[in-house]
């Protein structure tokens, strides 16, 4: 198994590699990038964007990025009217030599590789912070929002789908059917709406709050007024990114059952007089479970990382999602790649772990005779 693991662990590498690098051709293709942003701002408002850009403040995003038009500018009339007409070169290389893009596009890659084997990350463009503090800052929405949909969706899909297993074919099977296929085609973020409408004081009842992750007296409460505080905020988000979830689980869970128990093992089992619900947890549950317990940490990774973003809009809840947009729509290219690599990195990990589950639920797999 160690073999195994280390061999696995070396995988990771030109994976990853190779991720960062088909992404790092796709963006250099790209039309666009963050001087071309910030040429257009400047030369499509004038004057106007000049003084609003290069004034920079504590609330611009694009102040950090354009520091060096301070100096360009000259602080008077002549500068913003330059900046009107068009930038001049020397400007232009300035920001090219700040962004790094004066450099060949191998060179800014390689030298982005070693970075990140440091896990030097950069700071992003128009943050004027270091990409590990925004991911961090921003990390607490999205564990909310991945750990309790996935652990909420397990719970409530793998007992479901014994249930409907066991009654195959009969009215509770066909209903919950109906009811959960439903909801996988309602989309998310149009139930969040819903929602809001309902119980969050749109038209009829104001009963849950309607934004942010906790309230703004958070910490002038108790401790057990805070857990309540944020459970609270968590159930009409969590609500919105369930309606969808039970759909795949519940099936899967049934059709593992339903393989499981036409088996032959299970038929000796109940001709030995074995209790049904001995036959069903003692024999076919460890077999059933082996490909659904398996998923979870992948299925954790999928939560935590990706879908959230219309909720995160909705309920006013600044994740991760809502960053990533924000970077790919700003081109901000350190936040975009630092993300990617370790998102893409825990992907891979988790996937180690999935197979590892494998063997902790059915010792029976042995991934070292495979091999071979």
């Given at each position: 198994?160690?073999?195994?693991?280390?061999?696995?662990?070396?995988?990771?590498?030109?994976?990853?590699?190779?991720?960062?690098?088909?992404?790092?051709?796709?963006?250099?293709?790209?039309?666009?990038?963050?001087?071309?942003?910030?040429?257009?701002?400047?030369?499509?408002?004038?004057?106007?964007?000049?003084?609003?850009?290069?004034?920079?403040?504590?609330?611009?995003?694009?102040?950090?990025?354009?520091?060096?038009?301070?100096?360009?500018?000259?602080?008077?009339?002549?500068?913003?009217?330059?900046?009107?007409?068009?930038?001049?070169?020397?400007?232009?290389?300035?920001?090219?030599?700040?962004?790094?893009?004066?450099?060949?596009?191998?060179?800014?890659?390689?030298?982005?590789?070693?970075?990140?084997?440091?896990?030097?990350?950069?700071?992003?463009?128009?943050?004027?912070?270091t990409v590990i503090e925004l991911i961090?800052?921003?990390?607490?929405?999205?564990?909310?929002?991945?750990?309790?949909?996935?652990?909420?969706?397990?719970?409530?899909?793998?007992?479901?789908?014994?249930?409907?297993?066991?009654?195959?074919?009969?009215?509770?099977?066909?209903?919950?059917?109906?009811?959960?296929?439903?909801?996988?085609?309602?989309?998310?973020?149009?139930?969040?709406?819903?929602?809001i409408v309902l119980f969050a004081g749109?038209?009829?009842?104001?009963?849950?709050?309607?934004?942010?992750?906790?309230?703004?007296?958070?910490?002038?409460?108790?401790?057990?007024?805070?857990?309540?505080?944020?459970?609270?905020?968590?159930?009409?988000?969590?609500?919105?990114?369930?309606?969808?979830?039970?759909?795949?689980?519940?099936?899967?869970?049934?059709?593992?059952?339903?393989?499981?128990?036409?088996?032959?093992?299970?038929?000796?089992?109940?001709?030995?007089?074995?209790?049904?619900?001995?036959?069903?947890?003692?024999?076919?549950?460890?077999?059933?479970?082996?490909?659904?317990?398996?998923?979870?940490?992948?299925?954790?990774?999928?939560?935590?990382?990706?879908?959230?973003?219309?909720?995160?809009?909705?309920?006013?809840?600044?994740?991760?999602?809502?960053?990533?947009?924000?970077?790919?729509?700003?081109?901000?290219?350190?936040?975009?790649?630092?993300?990617?690599?370790?998102?893409?990195?825990?992907?891979?990990?988790?996937?180690?772990?999935?197979?590892?589950?494998?063997?902790?639920?059915?010792?029976?797999?042995?991934?070292?005779?495979?091999?071979?």
């Open positions: 198994m160690l073999s195994y693991i280390a061999r696995r662990l070396l995988l990771v590498v030109p994976t990853l590699l190779g991720i960062l690098f088909i992404n790092f051709i796709v963006v250099q293709a790209a039309p666009g990038g963050p001087i071309e942003k910030i040429i257009s701002e400047l030369t499509a408002t004038g004057a106007g964007a000049t003084a609003r850009l290069t004034g920079g403040g504590a609330g611009s995003e694009t102040g950090p990025a354009l520091a060096p038009l301070q100096g360009q500018s000259g602080g008077g009339p002549q500068g913003i009217y330059r900046g009107a007409q068009g930038l001049p070169p020397e400007l232009i290389a300035q920001l090219e030599r700040q962004f790094g893009f004066d450099r060949p596009a191998h060179e800014r890659f390689l030298k982005m590789l070693w970075d990140y084997l440091r896990f030097d990350f950069g700071t992003s463009y128009f943050r004027d912070r961090l800052e921003k990390m607490p929405v999205s564990i909310s929002l991945g750990v309790w949909t996935t652990l909420l969706t397990y719970l409530v899909s793998i007992p479901l789908g014994i249930a409907k297993a066991v009654r195959d074919g009969s009215r509770f099977d066909v209903w919950t059917s109906a009811v959960i296929v439903v909801g996988y085609a309602i989309p998310s973020f149009l139930f969040a709406l819903l929602l749109g038209s009829y009842w104001q009963i849950f709050p309607l934004r942010g992750l906790v309230s703004d007296n958070f910490w002038e409460l108790s401790w057990p007024e805070r857990i309540l505080d944020y459970l609270w905020h968590m159930v009409l988000p969590i609500s919105a990114m369930l309606v969808g979830s039970f759909a795949t689980l519940t099936m899967l869970t049934k059709n593992s059952f339903l393989e499981e128990i036409n088996k032959q093992y299970v038929i000796t089992a109940r001709a030995k007089g074995l209790s049904p619900r001995r036959v069903l947890y003692g024999h076919v549950f460890r077999n059933a479970m082996l490909i659904v317990i398996a998923g979870f940490p992948a299925a954790f990774v999928g939560m935590l990382f990706t879908g959230a973003l219309l909720i995160e809009i909705i309920f006013s809840l600044d994740g991760l999602g809502l960053l990533g947009y924000e970077a790919a729509l700003n081109r901000d290219y350190p936040l975009m790649f630092g993300t990617l690599y370790i998102f893409t990195l825990l992907g891979l990990i988790m996937k180690i772990v999935s197979d590892l589950t494998y063997v902790v639920v059915d010792p029976r797999i042995d991934f070292e005779a495979r091999a071979v």
